[in-house]
């Protein structure tokens, strides 16, 4: 099951070293050029720019408000809190089609449509739910006597929450900042509708290119977005390999 899911994955990473001018899975002419041509074009740099200044974005607003929700959603008891966490992960549940149209209607009568804000803000609301439920799940292994003894020794609640709470939740946060980049930056769909014409991300210019000009250099660029998954996901593994 592992190598029916990986293998056509990996399989581009061979691809990605050929010189030739159509795709080969074994390069006839092994070498570097797609590589070159990827870095040095102005427009697929720009848009690889783009693409991880918006991530970032995404990753600081989704995480702030993702684990702000989580511990507000702690506090809450009762039916009212199935409810509040049902509508805190729906952009998940709802078809990316329709959130989509939804963002743009809203997003075209504020002027947001085509602007690195508007898809922060987008990518955010599709992030969200990943930190709701990854620092919800710590926050529900943590023993609140703690906070409470915090709390009794004359600690302020963003005292408490730096000193008690965050340290024993510090891998959820760190794994939600890190779902919420990669959210972000593979989203196409609501990019699509969002970005406009002058703020392509990567993925967007990867679905352009895909739909009009078939050119070798997307096994290059598949290759350089599956690298840089596996060095985000690392840092994670270890902290979690090294905690107690």
């Not at 102005?42 to 600081?60: E, F, H, K, N």
């Not at 805190?88 to 989509?100: F, G």
């Amino acid at each position: 099951m592992l190598l029916f899911l990986v293998v056509p994955v990996v399989s581009v990473i061979p691809m990605s070293f050929s010189s030739s001018m159509v795709f080969e899975l074994i390069p006839s002419d092994p070498g570097l050029s797609q590589y070159r041509r990827f870095f040095s074009s102005p427009d697929w740099m720009a848009a690889l720019a783009r693409s991880v200044q918006v991530a970032l974005g995404t990753t600081v607003v989704a995480t702030t408000m993702g684990t702000l929700a989580a511990l507000g959603l702690r506090k809450v008891r009762g039916s009212r809190r199935a409810l509040l966490e049902a509508l805190l992960i729906a952009p998940r549940i709802v078809p990316s089609i329709v959130l989509a149209v939804a963002l743009y209607f809203v997003f075209s009568s504020t002027g947001l449509v085509g602007t690195p804000g508007g898809l922060v803000l987008a990518h955010s609301v599709l992030a969200f739910p990943f930190v709701v439920v990854l620092v919800g799940s710590a926050l529900q292994a943590l023993d609140p006597a703690l906070e409470e003894a915090s709390r009794s020794l004359g600690g302020s609640p963003p005292r408490t929450f730096f000193r008690v709470t965050f340290p024993q939740i510090r891998l959820a946060v760190l794994g939600s900042a890190l779902f919420s980049f990669n959210v972000s930056f593979d989203e196409v769909v609501v990019t699509l509708f969002i970005s406009g014409v002058r703020s392509k991300t990567l993925p967007v210019k990867v679905w352009d290119a895909i739909l009009y000009e078939i050119t070798p250099i997307l096994p290059a660029i598949s290759a350089v977005i599956i690298v840089a998954s596996v060095l985000l996901l690392t840092p994670l593994l270890l902290a979690r390999r090294a905690s107690p």
